[in-house]
């Protein structure tokens, strides 16, 4: 009860008071020992590794990756005048992006460069284009769960408002409504009526609507997501890193998965590794988290793909009897095979980073 009413208030605070700028800035502040250096050079090491500047610099993770794994890097800042010029210019094999998400502003000048990039050629980058292109944009994953033929609970995108009233008096509640953007639940509502869902068509279609943690600018405004509810169902989250999987189930808090802070452990279900192994395999979405829906009809449904996450404090990825470790799958054998072990450190960009230059030195 009492994390719940914390939680009310600080949706309150964020939503009501203009506190984006002094959040990015409490960010920065926290890590800002780790980025204030923009390269470093080690003896050593085989490759130098461009790291993208983020905006709140939750790049730091990768600093500390690439200085705790003496690997040279060079961060290239794409906030600046000259980010482009400065890339061309940068002495690096590859390149690691972690797109700030915060405002969509970011989120579109991230994306727009990347995809030049990739079409270029000129190094490579990851995670996946596609992976990243999608992160965040719910309207852009419905989509590429359509057209792939992927399972994911029924979805529906409005892009017109009277169509959505015709939909409203037809529809069976309750109907979930998500913004495009939003992690934690911050954008989800669960519909009971049609009034209801016309309330929230006119505000979308109007003067727009924001969640609690986006910039007071950053409104959704033309379009509408609604999903069907689905009762009843468990939620795993399964990551893939390079050759290694780890995976966690997302405990519900009231009325929802997402943002609850609640765990469960063990061998997560054979069923969801082989769904994300064939997935990830197909798209070479190889450094992925990919959360998975079970209905109590055992029936599976990708909820999100993405390829960064919250994970608080390092904390381990996967538990299996007490242990924590990972897994990789076994070709001859057929099997998934459990390894312990500590793998999860600086939000698993130490792990990132080997399988990133595992990659490119093949």
Known sequence: MKGKLVLKIKKIIYYYFNLFNYREKKAIESVIDITSKQEQQFQDSKFTVGILKEKWHLHSNFIKACNELKVSYQVIDFFSKDGLEDLKAAPIDVLIARPSVQYTPWKDMFDNRLKLLKDNGTVPVFPNFNALWIWESKLRTIDFLKLNN?????????????????????????LVYKASSGSGASGVKILNSASQLKSITKKVFGKGVRSYRKHKLDKEHGFIILQDYIRDVKEWRIIRI???????????????????????????????????????????????????????????????????????????????????GRLSYNQTNNSWDFEEGMFCKNNLCNLRLQQILKIIDN
């Open 150 to 174: 992927l399972p994911h609970p029924k979805s529906y995108i409005f892009y017109d408002m009277q169509e959505v009233f015709n939909f409203a008096s037809s529809y069976t509640y309750p």
């Open 242 to 324: 390079g050759d290694y999987y780890f995976g966690f189930e997302k405990l519900k808090n009231g009325e929802f998965h997402s943002g609850s802070q609640n765990f469960g452990y063990g061998m997560p279900p054979i069923e969801c590794l082989e769904l994300v192994k064939n997935i990830t395999e197909t798209h070479l979405f190889k450094f992925v988290s990919i959360d998975i829906f079970i209905s109590s009809e055992n029936e599976y449904f990708i909820n999100e793909i993405q390829p960064y996450f919250g994970q608080k404090d390092d904390r381990e990825l996967l538990v299996v009897k007490g242990k924590p």
